[in-house]
């Protein structure tokens, strides 16, 4: 995919659309394209905040441990939607 492809695909997720071209050509070009498959997880509720994660194809469960130890599905993100963020605006764990 060519950094103008990225740039677009960035532009249609809704936090980034109406940042400048320029700016989002910088951000795909210091991003880095993971591929992750069934089960695998983006990132583990309390590790460190890193990295965010944007849904290119396809979707992931958001998952936490209850304190009774049980994990439960919360939430459900897919394409063009942006997870983790959160811990590394506000600078706490996941």
Request: aromatic fraction near 4%.
């Amino acid at each position: 995919m060519s950094l103008n492809d990225e740039v677009e695909l960035l532009r249609q997720v809704p936090i980034f659309a109406n940042i400048e071209p320029a700016k989002l050509k910088l951000l795909a070009f210091t991003s880095e394209r993971l591929t992750f498959h069934k089960g695998m997880d983006l990132c583990v509720q309390g590790d460190p905040g890193d990295a965010a994660f944007i849904i290119i194809e396809g979707e992931a469960d958001i998952i936490i441990n209850m304190p009774n130890g049980e994990a439960k599905t919360v939430n459900k993100i897919s394409k063009h939607q942006i997870v983790g963020e959160i811990a590394i605006l506000c600078d706490v764990p996941r």
